[in-house]
């Protein structure tokens, strides 16, 4: 116990360190299809003006990590925060090629896609340990109370790394973010539509205060 | 063939290292059984777990589901706490138990705190614990 503190302490005392010497690394994780593209997308439409990666309602659209660097936003009263965002593929305990075909694609096409897909789940859980701070990024209308998410944010939480939840997809009517809160109380949770921009502002300040 | 769980006592991995511990878990799986564990894996543990099956995924594996259930209590009061951390001090990754389920198998862990729904792809009744 008392070696875990000590732990915990000196590496959140290295991290404040290297902070001030490197760009903070943001990462968005979280299970496929739950939005992290789409809000990299917005993140980098509001700051830089244009788009990180592509989006597709087939899960495993994002396979491989994806970096952009120097992201800066600004808060309501003139602080700065600068960051590189990391996009990184949804990760999952289960990838059948099957459900590519039921979306539409051809078998070798499926085949190549699942591949990839476990790739990219192996990548992002890689490079978990190399975030300086996460946002959770979690589909609303689903169940929060995947192992996937308890599994990442235990992680998250034994590395003493910042986490933000997003409750992502807030526009449809079967979003519940009560729900998402009730899963995780002891995280800020914001609920926010990454595709129409809604509480996007919400979002900045909770990185504000979780970065700074 | 019938629904196979197989339950594996806590103290069948207690000695065994991490990559040895889930590597034994995930080889039940990986014959089409469900892995029925007393305890939970460390959260590290379960990181790799997801790892070390996505790398063996294959057109015949198709991965696990996974779900651990924790009896830990919110909201209690500073006697009950007490209480719950001496517990937590003795039996530590001992309390709760892990279901892990091949996915060509089991569709579905829909977990509440306290009530695990498991959904199988073969079966069609669903069953409840």
Not at chain 1, 152 to 178: E, F, M, T, Y
Not at chain 1, 196 to 206: I, Q, R, T, V
Request: hydrophobic fraction near 40%; proline fraction near 3%; charged fraction near 30%.
């Amino acid at each position: 116990m008392v070696v875990n503190l000590i732990k915990k302490f000196i590496n959140k005392v290295l991290r404040n360190i290297f902070k001030n010497k490197k760009k903070v690394k943001l990462g968005l994780y979280g299970p496929p299809n739950g939005g992290k593209t789409t809000l990299a997308n917005r993140i980098c439409q509001d700051w830089l003006g244009e788009d990180m990666g592509s989006v597709s309602n087939v899960a495993h659209e994002t396979r491989e990590i994806q970096i952009k660097e120097q992201v800066t936003i600004k808060s309501k009263d003139g602080k700065e925060l600068s960051f590189n965002l990391v996009d990184t593929p949804g990760i999952a305990t289960k990838i059948d090629y099957e459900d590519f075909i039921k979306a539409g694609m051809k078998e070798k096409e499926a085949k190549t896609r699942a591949k990839e897909a476990t790739k990219g789940v192996i990548d992002s859980i890689k490079w978990l340990d190399d975030m300086d701070t996460v946002v959770i990024v979690l589909d609303s209308t689903k169940d929060p109370y995947s192992q996937v998410n308890i599994t990442i944010i235990g992680n998250l939480q034994a590395r003493d790394i910042p986490v933000l939840i997003i409750a992502n997809k807030i526009d449809l009517k079967k979003s519940k973010i009560k729900k998402v809160q009730a899963a995780f109380p002891q995280y800020e949770v914001i609920g926010i539509s990454g595709k129409y921009g809604k509480n996007m502002d919400k979002f900045y300040e909770g990185l504000f205060a979780l970065i700074n | 063939m019938g629904l196979v769980l197989q339950f594996v006592p806590y103290s069948e991995i207690e000695e065994l290292g991490p990559a040895r511990r889930v590597n034994k878990l995930l080889d039940i799986a990986k014959q089409n059984k469900i892995v029925l564990l007393e305890g939970r894996l460390k959260k590290e543990e379960e990181k790799d777990l997801i790892e070390i099956t996505m790398e063996e995924v294959s057109n015949k594996f198709k991965g696990i589901e996974l779900a651990v259930i924790n009896p830990q209590k919110k909201d209690q009061g500073i006697l009950k706490g007490v209480k719950s951390g001496m517990i937590n001090l003795l039996l530590g990754d001992r309390q709760g138990f892990t279901i892990i389920g091949p996915a060509t198998i089991v569709k579905q862990i829909k977990k509440d705190p306290d009530k695990i729904e498991l959904f199988t792809k073969d079966i069609k009744n669903k069953k409840k614990k």
